[in-house]
């Protein structure tokens, strides 16, 4: 059973506009979420998280909303530029355990084109 | 690069090969990660070490064996694998007031 849900494959988006991209999950446990970014032929980089004792996080072009009543959370991009195109992906984790070591559970990310 | 190198970047390994995957740190983190991700699916999470003992184990068949010499290195040795255990194979480290750091992978494939 997927914990972690982004159920857009993917996502075109015109430059400039905003990009909203989608996550939802099912484990009340989770307090901790993560927005990663992904290009072709590398790892994952870390984007932007947010702890569940806020509702939103900002930084630069990039806000994260979470509605733990609804167990969603968005990232926006504004204004979305042909470099943001990649595939995010969605992680959420329960609190951190043993010495820095903690589980992230991943949605299976969406491709966002921005078209120029 | 990211702080985190995995080698080999590419690997074809035929379903009787023995091989192992290499991942190094030097960021300072306590704690590595291998996650494997397949087209259309989850990353999903294989091994876990904190402090160099290994704390997760998701069921993960055991012709994926892993090693943790040290905080700095995370091996994964691989043997009789099968053609659907291609995909490219992550390796993540973190502390406890950071996110993951990820290295680029590397792309198995099984012929």
């Known amino acids: 059973d997927q914990q972690v849900k982004q159920n857009s494959p993917s996502l075109s988006v015109q430059e400039g506009r905003i990009s909203i991209l989608n996550c939802d999950y099912t484990?009340?446990?989770?307090?901790?979420f993560l927005w990663y970014k992904k290009y072709p032929a590398e790892g994952p980089t870390f984007l932007i998280s947010?702890?569940?004792?806020?509702d939103k996080n900002e930084d630069g072009r990039f806000t994260v909303f979470l509605n733990k009543s609804a167990k969603h959370l968005s990232l926006h991009i504004v204004p979305s530029q042909p470099g943001d195109s990649a595939v995010y992906f969605c992680?959420?984790?329960?609190?951190?355990?043993?010495?820095?070591?903690?589980?992230?559970?991943f949605g299976k990310g969406t491709k966002l084109s921005v078209i120029p | 690069e990211t702080g985190v190198t995995q080698t080999p970047r590419h690997l074809v390994m035929g379903m009787t090969n023995k091989k192992s995957l290499k991942c190094e740190q030097h960021?300072?983190?306590?704690?590595m990660y291998w996650y494997k991700q397949s087209a259309k699916k989850p990353l999903e999470l294989m091994f876990v070490?904190?402090?160099?003992?290994?704390?997760e184990n998701n069921s993960v068949p055991s012709r994926f064996s892993p090693e943790c010499p040290n905080s700095s290195h995370l091996f994964l040795h691989l043997h009789t694998l099968q053609p659907e255990d291609s995909a490219l194979y992550l390796c993540?480290?973190?502390?406890?007031?950071?996110?993951?750091?990820f290295g680029s992978g590397t792309r198995l494939t099984v012929v």
């Open positions: 993540a480290s973190s502390q406890l007031d950071g996110g993951y750091t």
């Open positions: 992680a959420a984790s329960a609190t951190a355990y043993g010495a820095g070591s903690y589980q992230l559970t």
């Open positions: 947010i702890s569940s004792i806020k």
């Open positions: 960021l300072g983190h306590n704690a």
């Open positions: 070490y904190s402090l160099e003992e290994r704390v």
């Open positions: 484990n009340s446990m989770f307090d901790y």
